[in-house]
């Protein structure tokens, strides 16, 4: 399990970053209904983007990375 951590972390670019791209909620399915969900990152498109918590679905892109600054 510690191996799959790791990896894991290595996608990000920042501890912080990692616990925020990657953040479960027990409560909610839907990340964009959770509050305490604020980082969305689609694998698909390797992007990045800061949930706008409205009620929809939207979210902010980012090239940077909040925490860090690294390029993302």
Do not use: V
Request: hydrophobic share 30%; glycine share 6%; with cysteine.
């Amino acid at each position: 399990m510690l191996q799959k951590e790791r990896l894991i972390t290595e996608k990000h670019c920042c501890e912080t970053m990692d616990y925020h791209a990657n953040f479960k909620c027990e409560l909610h399915i839907d990340p964009f209904e959770c509050p305490d969900k604020i980082i969305i990152f689609s694998t698909k498109d390797n992007d990045y983007g800061l949930i706008i918590h409205d009620g929809g679905s939207s979210s902010i892109g980012i090239e940077f990375c909040p925490w860090c600054g690294s390029k993302l």
